[in-house]
T-cell receptor
């Protein structure tokens, strides 16, 4: 079967660091996407990991371990505008999305 | 260049009616995807088209749902005999190929009364 798990909600403080975890079990796996979705808007691409390891892109980094079926998104120097849902998606040729993690950044 | 566009942006329909949702992908993108997102939920895959290959329809929830795509351009998602549980935002995305970054349209919010 196909299963993507991520926490439903997280809260963090402005300026802090937060890590959003995602575990996956899929039939076939090509890579792991992270998308950001602000309320009422369409998702926008953040990162795509194919190989194991950490990929850094500014304040955002994403990690993948294929052997463990595990990924995380790391957000540094949190800003209020980072309050959004973060969607983990496994690529099997099509994208299988998790339910999303709603992150609330507080001042 | 223009991004992915969808129309209408909002659609209110009565239970039992048919609706057609349209998606214009980014020019040159061979892959096109349809997703459904219920309020507060993640994205649910419906169908994808890749070039001239047969579409992957494995996510369509019932035979009331169908989709077509003309070549590598416009796609239409049709829902027949709409039910209240069909109420959701329907998102379309396109990418230059499978496994590449997907660009999403603004979605169509469908409300079935």
């Amino acid at each position: 079967g196909q299963n993507i798990d991520q926490p439903t909600e997280m809260t963090a403080t402005e300026g802090a660091i937060v890590q959003i975890n995602c575990t996956y079990q899929t039939s076939g796996f090509n890579g792991l996407f992270w998308y950001q979705q602000h309320a009422g808007e369409a998702p926008t691409f953040l990162s795509y990991n194919v190989l194991d390891g950490l990929e850094e892109k500014g304040r955002f980094s994403s990690f993948l371990s294929r052997s463990k079926g595990y990924s995380y998104l790391l957000l540094k120097e949190l800003q209020m505008k980072d309050s959004a849902s973060y969607l983990c998606a496994a690529s099997t040729g099509k994208l299988i999305f998790g339910q999303g993690t709603t992150l609330q950044v507080k001042p | 260049g223009a991004g992915v566009s969808q129309s209408p942006s909002n659609k209110v329909t009565e239970k039992g009616k048919d609706v057609e949702l349209r998606c214009d992908p980014i020019s040159g993108h061979t892959a096109l995807y349809w997703y459904r997102q219920r309020l507060g939920q993640g994205l649910e895959f419906l169908i994808y088209f890749q070039g001239n290959s047969a579409p992957d329809k494995s996510g369509l929830p019932s035979d009331r749902f169908s989709a077509e795509r003309t070549g590598e351009s416009v796609s239409t998602l049709t829902i027949q005999r709409t039910q209240q549980e069909d109420s959701a935002v329907y998102l379309c995305a396109s990418s230059s190929n499978i496994n590449y970054e997907q660009y999403f349209g603004p979605g169509t919010r469908l409300t079935v009364t």
